[in-house]
Structures are given as structure tokens and as C-alpha cells.
């Protein structure tokens, strides 16, 4: 069952096993302030079990772009699609949060999106690849992120 994910009160529900679920969970706040301020959408998530699409769909285009298999498990996930761009979420247990933002008409508007929780370190997998910027958040603290942009139909 889809859990919608409240910004004003931030809760740790279904992120509860992450060693930094707080920080996860004020990532995940985060995106829905931010889905509801541009787009008026209300943001939800799943379990990972009645998510697997959507996850499998997030993990084929990591290893087929890049060579990239995330160690951690999922938690959570959410797709839906805002004026014209498919969207994607999964939330890992390591405090890791992944994106994927598909325009649906323009292959040069594509990327892959990661944001590291407060208090995590950053994972093996994307070490070496990637330089994390810095960003602040209210709900979530300092974030961290990088990302990628493709051009492949998924």
C-alpha cells in the first residue's frame, strides 16, 4: 500500500531498518515539498516488494549506462509521471536515494539522479564515478548529490 509522504511532519515510517532513517526520511520529505511546490503532485512511495517495476526498471538503466549495481536494498520506491517527464524514486537502507527524470519527447532532458543522506558515507559502487556537491535542506540537513545524463530509450 502506497504511503504518502508528508513534509510538514517527517516520519521514518517504512525507512525504520536505515541506519540513518531520519536523514532518509527528511531526504524523501524533501522530494515531496519539492514535487508538490512545481508540479502540485502528491508524493508517494511503496514498499520495494510492490515496487519491483520500477526498481528493476531504475537498476537496468544504471547497469546498462554505466556498469552500476547498487549493493544496498531497497526500501522504498515510487514512479509517476509530471507534465511530461517520468519520474522515479528508489530509497535504499544505506541512506541512499536514486533518481531517474525521463522526458518522454526529449531524449537531451534524461538523467540519473543520486542523493546521499546525512551521515552516510558514500558507497562503493559510486566512490570513484562520481563528485557529490553539497546541498542544504531543511527537512533533511546537508544533502549530498551528483548525477548523469543519458540519452538510451528505456
Known amino acids: ?12 515510517v517504512g525507512l525504520e531498518s536505515s541506519p ?3 536523514a532518509l526520511a527528511g531526504l524523501r520529505a524533501n ?14 512511495a511503496e514498499p520495494a516488494s510492490n515496487a519491483k517495476s520500477t526498481i528493476d526498471w531504475v537498476h ?4 546498462e549506462e554505466r556498469d552500476i549495481v547498487i549493493s544496498s536494498r531497497p526500501l522504498e520506491a515510487t514512479a509517476f509521471e509530471v507534465e511530461n517527464i517520468r519520474m522515479a524514486y528508489v530509497f535504499y537502507e544505506n ?3 536514486i533518481n531517474v527524470m525521463y522526458t518522454v519527447d526529449d531524449p537531451k532532458k534524461r538523467a540519473v539522479g543520486f542523493k546521499l543522506s546525512g ?3 558514500i558507497p562503493a559502487e559510486l ?6 556537491a553539497r546541498q542544504k535542506s531543511k527537512l533533511a540537513g546537508t544533502i549530498r548529490g551528483s548525477y548523469f545524463a543519458f540519452k538510451s530509450e528505456y
Do not use: Q
Open 1 to 12: 500500500m502506497p504511503y504518502t509522504v508528508d513534509f510538514n511532519t517527517v516520519s521514518t
Open 20 to 22: 540513518v532513517a531520519p
Open 60 to 63: 537496468r538503466i544504471l547497469e
Open 95 to 97: 541512506g541512499l536515494s
Open 31 to 44: 522530494e515531496a515539498r519539492y514535487f508538490k511546490n512545481k508540479y502540485d503532485h502528491v508524493f508517494s
Open 119 to 121: 551521515g552516510m558515507e
Open 127 to 132: 566512490a570513484s564515478r562520481f563528485k557529490f
